[in-house]
């Protein structure tokens, strides 16, 4: 059986650094790129708007033939033209006159500032005026929101449907993103069943295929799902086509020195252990390594565990091979009950946290995923820091803080 030493947190986080990989990049309509990760700084093609027009239903006029009027004082108008969306006028607006104008219809020459249509009474061409506006008024300018050649978005951002419309009014109907991970999820343990309500002797539900799919994709990445027995050629099969197909390979069980835990060997057998046995709690017995050029993370069978253990360890490796530099929000509260912690180990405390305090500090148990449900964060201690006491400042982690989509 292959095994080390615990090591730090920080020691693991740097190993991982050293051996992080990057996907790489691919062209996709833009219409797709919803949560994709840009490659390359975005310049508008073109001026937006790309005139001068009109910001809602009215009438296109000279702003100081409208000086005056009011409820009690109507002026007249003379209506030469009317345009439509898409459309424009020849005309040009003299005093005196006014053109009809729908929203987002280019102003016509002439005209300063468009009267909502709320304020007049139309008879053919004859308009009468119950209102007054400035010059400008209702005028969306050419070039108002960009302008041709400006940088309008960084490089390595999450695209998000307001990023998608500025992408578009810049001109582009295709956008080059990273490439999603692929990974590949394998869970192993021979005592697995699939949810039922029905349970044999020692069998327990694969509740990690859910938890853990789901934090992958919670981390911008794609997941398949196998299944492996607690057998070491089976096990060896699987992590060696999953490395040769994927971009990323997770197992959960088998990491521990219990017989029939094997996930760590074969790793060793086929690849490269890098890491075996971090100073956390919980999830201590969590490996990394290379099978293939492919990272591989094995993580615990204990939910809890596994959940802490991505959160702590493979969600900023997943973040970071999409190219953006995971940073999880860290909010203070304070405690509201005496939490214990030992040096050289770092605890992610399952808390449920409000606007001020840590309410209560939860089940510590690896196994009890109930506490997961009624936690939303982490309180976080340090490896230098032993324990906290009842009414410390402690650093806390929302669960919601660290999804992709945030």
């Not at 308009?127 to 005028?139: A, F, G, K, M």
């Not at 695209?159 to 590949?184: C, D, H, N, T, W």
């Not at 919670?218 to 060896?236: C, L, M, R, T």
Request: hydrophobic fraction near 40%; aromatic fraction near 8%; include cysteine.
């Amino acid at each position: 059986m292959f095994l080390s030493e615990l090591i730090p947190l920080s020691e693991s986080l740097a190993i991982l650094k050293e051996n992080q990989k990057i996907m790489e990049t691919e062209v996709i309509n833009l219409e797709d790129s919803y949560l994709r990760v840009l490659t390359k700084e975005i310049y508008s093609l073109h001026d937006s708007p790309p005139f001068d027009k009109s910001a809602m239903d009215g009438y296109a006029v000279k702003a100081e033939d409208t000086f005056g009027a009011s409820a009690n004082v109507v002026k007249n108008l003379k209506i030469i033209d009317q345009i439509g969306a898409g459309d424009f006028s020849t005309k040009e607006v003299k005093e005196g006159e006014a053109i009809k104008i729908a929203t987002g219809a280019p102003i016509p020459k002439g005209a300063n500032a468009v009267l909502m249509e709320e304020y007049t009474v139309s008879n053919k061409e004859d308009l009468e005026i119950h209102s007054q506006v400035t010059p400008n008024e209702n005028v969306a300018f050419c070039g108002e929101d960009l302008k041709k050649g400006d940088k309008v978005l960084p490089s390595s951002l999450i695209i998000r449907p307001q990023e998608m419309g500025l992408i578009a009014s810049s001109g582009f109907g295709e956008v080059e993103v990273y490439k999603k991970p692929r990974v590949k999820l394998i869970i192993t343990g021979n005592e697995l069943v699939e949810p039922s309500p029905h349970l044999k002797k020692a069998q327990t539900i694969n509740s990690n295929k859910y938890t853990i799919s789901a934090m992958i994709k919670s981390a911008g990445a794609d997941v398949e799902i196998g299944h492996a027995q607690d057998d070491f050629d089976e096990v060896k099969e699987a992590i060696f086509n999953g490395a040769k197909d994927y971009d990323l390979v997770i197992t959960t069980g088998g990491t521990a020195i219990s017989k029939g835990d094997v996930v760590v060997d074969v790793v060793d057998d086929i690849g490269e252990v890098l890491i075996h046995g971090v100073a956390l709690r919980p999830g201590k017995p969590v490996g990394f390594g290379i099978v293939n050029d492919t990272p591989i993370f094995m993580l615990s069978g204990y939910p809890v565990a596994a959940m802490g253990q991505f959160d702590a360890l493979v969600r900023q490796y997943l973040f970071k091979m999409q190219n953006i530099d995971y940073a999880p929000k860290i909010e203070k509260r304070i405690a509201t009950l005496k939490i214990f912690s030992n040096l050289g180990r770092t605890d992610y405390v399952r808390t449920f946290s409000d606007d001020k305090n840590t309410k209560y500090i939860l089940n510590r148990g690896s196994g009890i995923i109930r506490s997961m449900v009624k936690a939303n964060s982490y309180v976080i201690i340090d490896e230098n820091q032993e324990g906290v006491a009842k009414g410390d400042l402690v650093d806390v982690l929302f669960f919601d803080n660290m999804n992709w989509n945030k």
